[in-house]
């Protein structure tokens, strides 16, 4: 590998924009002694609302509990079923698993690699209580079909913070909007984090209390529900305060990196990802083609210096902890196809032209 590869994401390149009020937020928090449910949140999770055009927003912990809260919120537990698909991160079948609902795995749309509304609606049973659908690589997945099935969908977009849809943001299109900041994320936090975001008056309280060990909302010490800790503390919420201000900026970057990567790419023999939906558009958090003979097209490009990734390998249905779903090789076609072929190249703010003129000559030669 050369000796100055390239990373697929680099967080080093904010810090220097950030480092002086970073250090002033900690400087302010440390000295007020106000670690956890605090006024630095109470701003944050204000803010975050009104980005994502909703009447509430609740930060906990991180993107997991942001959905697990939530279908808990909505009652769902035990004997419920909750439809998702496998070509996803782990994590949103963890959190519905997480409430005792069982996860019903669907299939994907090739074209856009998210939630196929058709296997979705194949899929409803008696038992069925929410959609769980995800905006995945900071593409919108098809709200509207998927709001027609009857039940609640929650958006897992922990890769779409700030994408839009219908002229909307992403967040405000279901019942809940259910985000991560884990650092890599395009609003990133310098830790775990996540929120909750609802036009629902009963939900959004309920998420509260089971943040915070089910506590009522006027006495920390009457525990009305069960709950737990997950919380998004102060530190975090006054770090992603400073990040929210870069993020459109940030997310135009990424759009001109894809632009740039489609005209360059156009003659090669893989798949691009879509193109953005009518008054929609994708945040790119990931920039994913499809290739023949992927994991050896990754290493020829880790050969040469350029360090792609896989998102994601091994759909969950395949995965050695989640062989009790009892979905075998086979059942979900387009997801196994995707699993097999999908790479994501480098796409951060902060990239330069002549960094993504690298990633593409590298590409062309391993494809040769």
Not at 10 to 35: H, K, N, S, V
Not at 93 to 108: C, Y
Not at 276 to 286: C, K, M, N, S, W
Not at 287 to 294: G, K, S, T, Y
């Amino acid at each position: 590998m050369a000796d100055d590869p390239l990373p697929l994401f680099d967080l080093r390149r904010q810090w220097p924009m950030l480092r002086e009020q970073t250090m002033a937020a900690f400087e302010r928090i440390a000295a007020a002694g106000a670690f956890s449910l605090g006024e630095e949140l109470e701003a944050f999770e204000a803010e975050w609302a009104a980005y994502c055009e909703t009447r509430h927003a609740v930060g906990v912990a991180n993107g997991t509990a942001a959905i697990e809260l939530t279908l808990r919120g909505l009652g769902i537990g035990p004997g419920d079923e909750v439809i998702t698909v496998a070509h996803t991160f782990v994590a949103t079948v963890e959190a519905i698993t997480a409430t005792g609902a069982r996860p019903v795995l669907v299939d994907i749309d090739p074209a856009t690699r998210c939630i196929d509304p058709a296997a979705a609606r194949a899929a409803m049973g008696p038992r069925t209580t929410a959609v769980v659908a995800v905006h995945l690589y900071g593409h919108p997945a098809p709200m509207d079909m998927l709001s027609a099935l009857g039940v609640p969908v929650i958006e897992d977009a922990a890769q779409a913070h700030g994408a839009t849809l219908g002229g909307r943001r992403v967040g405000s299109l279901g019942a809940a909007g259910c985000f991560s900041f884990y650092p890599t994320k395009n609003l990133g936090a310098m830790g775990d984090g996540g929120a909750v975001v609802t036009d629902d008056d009963d939900l959004a309280p309920a998420v509260r209390s089971l943040r915070h060990h089910g506590a009522a909302p006027d006495d920390a010490n009457r525990h009305v529900r069960w709950g737990g800790t997950e919380r998004l503390d102060n530190l975090q919420a006054a770090i992603l305060r400073l990040k929210l201000r870069h993020l459109d900026s940030d997310n135009e970057h990424r759009r001109l990196i894809a632009d740039r990567y489609r005209k360059a790419l156009g003659d090669l023999p893989l798949g691009l990802p879509p193109d953005d939906e009518p008054e929609g558009r994708a945040v790119h958090h990931l920039f994913v083609v499809d290739v023949d003979e992927r994991d050896r097209v990754r290493a020829a490009l880790r050969k040469d210096g350029v360090l792609a990734g896989a998102h994601y390998p091994t759909p969950v249905h395949l995965q050695p902890g989640w062989r009790w779903l009892g979905l075998r090789p086979g059942d979900l076609p387009a997801t196994e196809r995707a699993g097999a072929r999908v790479l994501s190249l480098p796409c951060f703010p902060g990239m330069r032209e002549e960094e993504q003129e690298r990633v593409v000559d590298a590409l062309r030669r391993a494809l040769a």
